[in-house]
């Protein structure tokens, strides 16, 4: 079945420091990627979407390329803020009915020093 | 910006008894959706309901749960005998579609502690 994985967490990095979360996924057919977000005390937010391949969602100086070959979405940001910091999900959802039915990574918590 | 509210934040019950996690979705989204994260694992999809029915709902979804929506606001989700094992953060969503890549909105999540 479809599943997705990304790196292991912590990751504490300095502020403007490069940032690069992996995710790769295992799915049939074209599935949609998606990057949420969870800041403390706050809910899943979608951070940034691609829907085929080599398409590229950013947002929030956050970028993520979706790669059919290497089956990945990377996440990156040239230069981290302490604001930044916050547990992030790679995610997808499949190629056909089951659009709501978003199958999740496990998150990986970013926290940036000043 | 709208956004899915649910409440209660934490709730602590006995194992055994009822459970009703209420939401109230965007308002003109057309699709709900139950998912929860046992603290530490990975966030699992519950439960996909659309024009007053379901219409996915995964293996975790077995016959102690449920889902309504009430009136034209509401959506809610009941354990009907809480396990231990039902522990776990559940987070509303909702969309305006089901196209593909649509996004879903989440709202900040329940806490349940089942004791």
């Known amino acids: 079945g479809n599943s997705v994985t990304q790196m292991e967490g912590p990751v504490t990095l300095s502020e403007e420091a490069f940032l690069t979360i992996n995710c790769t996924y295992t799915?049939?057919?074209?599935?949609?990627l998606f990057w949420y977000v969870q800041y403390p005390g706050e809910g899943l937010q979608l951070l940034l979407k691609?829907?085929?391949?080599?398409d590229k969602g950013s947002n929030k100086g956050f970028e993520a390329t979706y790669r059919k070959e290497t089956t990945s979405f990377h996440l990156e940001k040239g230069s981290v803020q302490v604001s930044d910091s916050a547990v992030y999900f790679c995610?997808?959802?499949?190629?056909?009915?089951?659009?709501?039915?978003?199958?999740f990574g496990k998150g990986t918590k970013l926290s940036v020093k000043p | 910006e709208p956004e899915v509210t649910q409440t209660p934040s934490h709730q602590v019950t006995q194992m055994g008894q009822e459970v009703i996690l209420r939401c109230v979705p965007i308002?003109?989204?057309?699709?709900f959706y139950w998912y929860r994260q046992i603290l530490g694992q990975k966030v699992e999809f519950l439960v996909s309901?659309?024009?007053?029915?379901?219409?996915?709902k995964s293996e975790i979804f077995d016959d102690q749960f449920s889902v309504e929506r009430p009136d034209g606001s509401n959506f809610t989700l009941k354990i009907r005998s809480t396990k231990l094992e039902d522990s776990a953060m559940y987070f509303c969503?909702?969309?305006?579609?089901?196209?593909?890549?649509?996004?879903?909105?989440f709202g900040e999540g329940s806490w349940l502690t089942v004791v």
């Open positions: 969503a909702s969309s305006e579609s089901a196209v593909r890549g649509n996004t879903i909105y």
């Open positions: 799915a049939t057919g074209y599935p949609s």
């Open positions: 691609a829907t085929k391949a080599d």
């Open positions: 995610a997808l959802s499949g190629d056909g009915g089951s659009q709501g039915n978003l199958i």
């Open positions: 308002s003109n989204h057309l699709y």
């Open positions: 309901f659309y024009n007053n029915e379901i219409s996915e």
